[in-house]
């Protein structure tokens, strides 16, 4: 998914499925929903049954939890 726009030809269905596995793999065989909100037009992909043809399952872009990876306050005494 990441390198979409560096010429990889997968669909955004091969696309997404292939990183739920890693997730799946990641997180000991459970599933967990895509997280792409900090992409705005993966976020559109994946809300689209044109493009999600699969029916993945994914974090909705109003969601409130917050996004993995982001910063984090973190106080240090």
Do not use: W
């Not at 993966?42 to 044109?50: S, Y």
């Not at 909705?60 to 240090?76: D, E, F, L, V």
């Amino acid at each position: 998914m990441l390198t979409g726009a560096n010429g990889n030809d997968n669909p955004f269905a091969t696309a997404a499925n292939i990183c739920a596995a890693k997730i799946r793999k990641d997180n000991g065989g459970h599933d967990r929903p895509l997280d792409v909100r900090d992409d705005m037009t993966l976020q559109a992909m994946a809300e689209n049954p044109d493009y999600n043809t699969t029916s993945l399952s994914f974090v909705p872009r109003n969601s409130k939890t917050r996004i993995p990876g982001g910063i984090r306050n973190i106080n240090i005494d």
